[in-house]
């Protein structure tokens, strides 16, 4: 009997601090994307391309994403609300990276924005963003 209610206490401490890991986690990410709409809404696609991962400046050309996010921003005008419609987080040799989508409305449309970040120690930095409005695909 000892050993269950031993189990059960070991079980329950485990539980507390992945609980309390996935929560700062969360806010971690949440932290992320609302300093990328910041800098979105300012108009610093520069910023965003430097301040994201490696991996996202070694297959994206800076001049190339600011052009993007510059057509996006005269398309669409600045964010104004955000909602999760999926998270999903993934561990593959001890890198934790995260899938989020947002329906995201805009000053001149509404959107779904697709981000891909990666944990590097209590940072979510970005890997990869995609936006799709069929307000984009109008003249």
């Known amino acids: 009997m000892k050993t269950i209610i031993t189990l059960a206490l070991v079980c329950f401490v485990f539980c507390l601090t992945g609980c309390t890991s996935l929560n700062k986690s969360n ?50 005008g600045k964010v104004t609300s955000t909602a999760n419609v999926d998270l999903q987080r993934s561990i593959v040799n001890q890198t934790t990276t995260v899938h989020l989508s947002q329906t995201t409305a805009f000053e001149k449309g509404k959107g779904m924005e697709t981000f891909t970040l990666e944990m590097v120690g209590e940072d979510a930095v970005l890997v990869a963003y995609n936006v799709q409005s069929k307000e984009l695909s109008a003249k």
């Open 27 to 76: 806010a971690t990410i949440k932290a992320a994307i609302d300093h990328f709409h910041q800098q979105y809404n300012e108009g610093n696609a520069g910023a965003i391309w430097t301040e994201a991962h490696a991996k996202f400046r070694n297959t994206t050309e800076k001049t190339s994403f600011e052009t993007y996010l510059l057509t996006v921003q005269r398309k669409l």
